[in-house]
């Protein structure tokens, strides 16, 4: 049987048989559920454990389950819940006013254990998927802005070097100006070598490129890296031992 021991399912129904008979389908196929008789439970319950999926009644006295929808969007740490209602067959017309509160699905009673497990388990998988494009999302503006912050610093002494060498700061034919050129010419290749590894990076993220992994001496790759960083850290009084 599939591991869903990590998947919280909170049911939220008046009917004490619902809620019975859903509980028992779900624990069946190995979901973790949790039980709530009105809407204020329902809210109580969360919490206590936020679940990964709310099955939610639309009739219930005192606050209906596009009350209970609408009041779960609301809070930060809930917004991102699938909601899927259980509604009566006479009441599919309504779920346009559900789908504005923030539920994805429907599932109309009585129904099919088959077509509950099915319609959870596709909106737990959507969960999942979009919990991880946006975790890719943010892993990916990080190390932009970290490369951002990398090729910046090379390029700034690039631009420095090559105003100082504009305004004739120095002779073309002294042996400082010779040095300074080799410097220029390091910091250069450094901002390109780095350019090239992103685009290289990029390239990798498509499953098609085969990787050729071969053996690499680290003291180079290291003593590169310390070099590409010695003039920014030596500005900001940063010494680094290698």
């Excluded at 559900?98 to 959507?126: C, M, N, Q, W």
């Excluded at 098609?208 to 003039?231: F, G, H, M, R």
């Amino acid at each position: 049987m599939e591991e869903l021991n990590d998947k919280y399912i909170l049911i939220i129904d008046d009917n004490p048989m619902n809620l019975l008979l859903t509980e028992k389908i779900l624990e069946n196929k190995g979901y973790l559920t949790a039980t709530a008789e009105n809407g204020i439970a329902g809210i109580e319950c969360m919490e206590n454990k936020t679940p990964s999926l709310i099955l939610l009644d639309v009739m219930m006295p005192e606050m209906d389950g596009f009350e209970v929808c609408r009041r779960i969007k609301i809070v930060d740490k809930w917004i991102d819940i699938p909601i899927i209602f259980l509604t009566a067959n006479n009441q599919t017309e309504d779920l346009v006013e559900g789908f504005d509160a923030g539920g994805v699905d429907y599932i109309t009673k009585p129904f099919k254990s088959e077509e509950l497990l099915v319609r959870v388990k596709t909106h737990l998988e959507l969960s999942d998927s979009r919990k991880k494009i946006l975790e890719m999302n943010r892993s990916r503006d990080k190390l932009y802005s970290i490369i951002a912050h990398d090729i910046r610093s090379p390029l700034s002494g690039i631009l420095q070097t090559i105003d100082a060498i504009d305004q004739g700061y120095f002779d073309p034919c002294s042996e400082d100006f010779k040095d300074l050129i080799h410097h220029l010419r390091i910091r250069t290749k450094d901002t390109s070598t780095l350019l090239s590894s992103l685009l290289q990076w990029t390239r990798l993220q498509d499953e098609k490129v085969l990787l050729q992994p071969v053996q690499t001496d680290l003291y180079i790759v290291l003593n590169s890296c310390v070099q590409l960083l010695e003039a920014n850290a030596n500005n900001k009084n940063i010494t680094i031992y290698f």
